[in-house]
């Protein structure tokens, strides 16, 4: 069974750094694309980073970029985010997103941002 | 940036038949926006319908199927069901940025 898993959320100040891991099972994340997306409760989908698992190339929304970081540990078969300099607007949840027939969510993982 | 635009809300009667679409700003949706169609219930995270505009899951009710429709790409729910009133967001590449649109509130009345 294919499946995602994020973790690593919580309560941090603003300027804060927080990273975030999701752990994949059921298929090999190395040459696979992979994507993560975020939710304020109650608002729409935000598509903030992908790795292209072909060119290895990563992108970054707007709102993130030079804050955020997309990384991925192959031995592990987990990807990461690492998000600094953290800002109220980050505050949301946080998933992590397969492509293709791997395109399963996990069941995402809480971001507040908060003095 | 690509802004995509779908639906605010639409209704669909019990064993009806709908259909959800997803466009872009900066022309037609193609099949290289590889077009996905995700499926949002409150308090849970969403799933997966139809990925690369018309491929199902395993878990995809066969109710659903995806298109490209009019320059724009397609959600076709045939024989809606009380348990499909959720929100829909499709999402586009481009290149190797992502852009969700956003969302679609269906109820089925």
């Known amino acids: 069974e294919v499946q995602l898993v994020e973790s690593g959320g919580g309560l941090v100040k603003p300027g804060g750094s927080l990273r975030l891991t999701c752990a994949a099972s059921?298929?090999?994340?190395?040459?696979?694309?992979m994507t993560w997306v975020r939710q304020v409760p109650g608002k729409g989908l935000e598509w903030i980073s992908f790795?292209?698992?072909?060119?290895?190339?990563?992108s970054y929304a707007d709102s993130v970029k030079g804050r955020f970081t997309m990384s991925r540990d192959n031995a592990k078969n987990s990807a990461y985010l690492q998000m600094n300099s953290l800002r109220d607007e980050d505050t949301a949840f946080y998933y992590c997103l397969g492509s293709g027939s791997f395109s399963t969510w996990g069941q995402g993982t809480p971001v507040t941002v908060s003095s | 940036q690509a802004v995509v635009t779908q639906e605010p809300s639409v209704t669909v009667s019990p064993g009806g038949t709908v259909t959800l679409t997803c466009g872009s700003s900066t022309g037609a949706v193609t099949s290289g926006h590889y077009p996905y169609w995700f499926q949002q219930k409150p308090g849970q995270a969403p799933r997966t319908l139809i990925y690369?505009?018309?491929n199902k899951h395993s878990w995809t009710p066969a109710r659903f199927s995806g298109s490209l429709l009019g320059g724009k790409a397609a959600l076709t729910l045939s024989g809606a069901q009380p348990e499909d009133e959720a929100d829909y967001y499709c999402f586009l590449f481009y290149g190797d940025d992502g852009v969700f649109g956003g969302g679609t509130k269906l109820a089925v009345l």
């Open positions: 790795t292209n698992g072909v060119t290895n190339k990563i």
């Open positions: 059921g298929f090999i994340l190395s040459g696979n694309h």
């Open positions: 690369d505009t018309n």
